[in-house]
């Protein structure tokens, strides 16, 4: 099983920055592309940001020029810079992890819990 735990959420003002980290681990497992998905209410899941472990990215239109995805392979921790936020960036923040089983060669999708990040003044 892989265990996938955010952190670095909460209240910030428009204009502002926040990091958000994310670590993924299981034993027996590989880490492939990870990423950040986010959910308002009333809205459905939307993609964020993605960054394989090559360090291809990919974003969100929304969010392009603003936020920054990066990661730690060694750690199996990805990282959303986020910076300039609105207060349509108001969410909670989940991340993903694409892990592969190194006995079954199976590729699996794994969750966190997710972080909110509200940017109100």
């Known amino acids: 099983q892989v265990q996938v735990v955010e952190s670095g959420g909460g209240l910030v003002q428009p204009g502002g920055s926040l990091r958000l980290s994310c670590a993924a681990s299981?034993?027996?497992?590989?880490?492939?592309?990870m990423g950040w998905y986010r959910q308002a209410p009333g809205k459905e899941r939307e993609l964020v940001a993605t960054?394989?472990?090559?360090?291809?990215?990919n974003y969100a239109d929304s969010v392009k020029g603003r936020f920054t995805i990066s990661r730690d392979n060694a750690k199996n921790t990805v990282y959303l810079q986020m910076n300039s936020l609105k207060p349509d960036d108001t969410a909670v923040y989940y991340c993903?992890?694409?892990?592969?089983?190194?006995?079954?060669?199976?590729?699996?999708?794994?969750w966190g819990q997710g972080t909110q990040v509200t940017v109100s003044s």
């Open positions: 993903n992890a694409v892990a592969m089983s190194r006995t079954t060669l199976n590729l699996n999708l794994y």
């Open positions: 299981g034993s027996g497992f590989s880490i492939n592309r």
């Open positions: 960054i394989t472990n090559g360090g291809i990215t």
